[in-house]
């Protein structure tokens, strides 16, 4: 028999914006299964759903505006989140209708700017990059750029540790957003090395790669690893280094699936 009187947990809800991935390996299902392995409730809001698989995407399927903002009042009206965190957003339309429901339902957000998969396709049109730098960007508590985002955010290139670490202040002086500016595919470097400026101190992360093995979906679990740790009320860099150690051990701790590697969400904890 099951007990009766056990005390029932309470856990903090986190939710992530973001797109599918019928592989499994990225976008909202490694977020949910981050979201669950940290501890916390994970919720979801749909912007696109994906054909893909570690190799490419085949095709995107972008949800209406109107149905996303549905999801989003289903969610705030009755499982309201601690934090959460935007993925895949693919359009302006899209874009402009979260960013108008967040300015009236403020939470503690990671805004993940996924603007191209690892296989090169785009996940972000054109003209909502904009859209997402002017609406959206005010509004996070985090911004976490990859090198190739941070390199199209700026306009210039970013070959080592000291350029990347000029990065994120120039990140910074521009939206006036702490930035974490992740340098795991810098060129010179033996270590994965990011760069969290908050506008007042530097903290710089760094873990060795993981050599043999390349996963699919690091970048989603890296972010949501983060709004996990902001849901039970860390703070920022002790949020980050979380996220840090969470992504490394999940690489570290791979598993063979097919012919691919896939991170080991439960595997460590």
């Not at 909202?28 to 912007?47: E, N, P, S």
């Not at 934090?83 to 939470?107: D, R």
């Not at 760069?195 to 996963?215: H, N, T």
């Amino acid at each position: 028999m099951f007990p009766m009187n056990k005390e029932r947990v309470s856990l903090p809800i986190a939710l992530t914006i973001a797109g599918t991935d019928s592989g499994g390996g990225a976008g909202v299902q490694a977020d949910l299964k981050t979201f669950a392995a940290l501890g916390v409730h994970g919720c979801a809001a749909i912007t696109c759903l994906t054909a893909q698989n570690p190799k490419g995407v085949r095709a995107i399927l972008s949800s209406p505006a109107e149905f996303l903002r549905q999801q989003l009042i289903a969610v705030f009206s009755e499982l309201p989140p601690v934090a959460a965190k935007t993925g895949m957003l693919y359009s302006a339309e899209l874009i402009h209708v979260l960013a108008s429901f967040l300015k009236e339902h403020p939470v503690k957000l990671v805004l993940d700017p996924v603007m191209i998969s690892t296989s090169g396709s785009e996940l972000l049109q054109v003209d909502a990059v904009q859209t997402m730098c002017e609406e959206l960007f005010p509004l996070a508590d985090l911004l976490t750029p990859n090198l190739d985002e941070s390199v199209r955010l700026l306009g210039h290139a970013i070959e080592n540790q000291k350029e990347l670490q000029s990065a994120a202040r120039e990140l910074y002086d521009k939206f006036g957003r702490p930035i974490l500016a992740k340098g795991g595919h810098l060129r010179d470097s033996e270590e994965a090395i990011d760069i969290l400026w908050d506008g007042k101190a530097e903290y710089i992360f760094r873990k060795p790669f993981v050599l043999g093995v390349s996963p699919h979906g690091t970048g989603c679990t890296f972010s949501s690893a983060i709004t996990a740790a902001l849901a039970q009320e860390h703070p920022l860099p002790a949020a980050v280094e979380i996220g840090k150690n969470y992504v490394f051990q999940a690489i570290k701790d791979s598993v063979k699936i097919a012919d691919h590697y896939a991170l080991n969400w439960f595997g460590n904890q």
